[in-house]
């Protein structure tokens, strides 16, 4: 079964500071690794797809990369608009369709 | 704003009673697929559509069922409602079936009481 882990759930930090979050997945044969931003009550905006390990791809102050087990998703001097939930998600080979499989986001908040 | 939108917004109902929510694509998008997001299960995938036929199923209880018609819109129907089906409903439209990004649309925020 195919599974997709975010750490951490919550993450606090101040403007400028920088960090990554983590996307763990497990799966047979990985299709693409989707990147979304979810703000509260809206739906989750596209941000990046990668398709194999060593991909890296850039959008302002976000950075994406993927290895054969995980996905980061780097944030680079955040400003408090960066404040939402970041969705991971894996399409595998073996599904009929393109479905989506979600981690559970981690939640993010940028203070001023 | 995605290009997909969504009737209605918001939807408050009672146990038992059958409602139907529905999606556009955006232009040009041939695939439509629905999830589930609710507080607990995080965002679930429902059913997936392409060009009028059904794609691949996910954990869609036999209570719901979904159509894609021949201009491409979508509709979930939602039957014998319970309170644990009170969530928000996505919508989300690929140009194909393959692996191409997804885009979401508002969603419905279904309330059971």
């Known amino acids: 079964e195919d599974q997709v882990t975010q750490s951490p759930e919550a993450l606090r930090l101040q403007e400028g500071e920088s960090s990554s979050l983590n996307c763990s997945y497990t799966?047979?044969?990985?299709?693409?690794l989707f990147w979304y931003r979810q703000d509260p009550g809206k739906g989750p905006e596209f941000l990046f797809t990668?398709?194999?390990a060593g991909e890296e791809k850039e959008k302002e102050r976000l950075k994406a990369t993927l290895t054969k087990k995980e996905s980061f998703l780097h944030i680079t001097a955040p400003k408090p608009e960066d404040s939402a939930t970041y969705l991971c998600?894996?399409?595998?080979?073996?599904?009929?369709?393109?479905?989506?499989?979600f981690g559970g986001g981690t939640r993010l908040m940028v203070k001023p | 704003d995605s290009g997909v939108t969504q009737t209605p917004k918001h939807l408050i109902t009672a146990t038992g009673q059958r409602v139907t929510l529905r999606c556009s694509p955006r232009?040009?998008?041939?695939?439509v697929y629905w999830y589930q997001q609710s507080l607990d299960q995080g965002l679930q995938f429902l059913i997936q559509?392409?060009?009028?036929?059904?794609?691949a199923k996910g954990n869609i209880l036999e209570r719901f069922s979904a159509q894609q018609f021949p201009d491409l819109h979508s509709e979930l129907n939602l039957s014998s409602l319970e309170l644990g089906d009170s969530a928000l409903y996505f919508c989300?439209?690929?140009?194909?079936?393959?692996?191409?990004?997804?885009?979401f649309g508002p969603g419905t925020r279904l309330t059971v009481l």
């Open positions: 989300a439209s690929s140009v194909t079936s393959g692996n191409n990004e997804q885009f």
């Open positions: 799966v047979s044969g990985l299709r693409g």
């Open positions: 990668l398709y194999s």
């Open positions: 998600a894996v399409q595998a080979r073996h599904n009929a369709g393109n479905m989506l499989t």
């Open positions: 232009s040009g998008d041939l695939s």
């Open positions: 559509y392409y060009n009028g036929e059904e794609r």
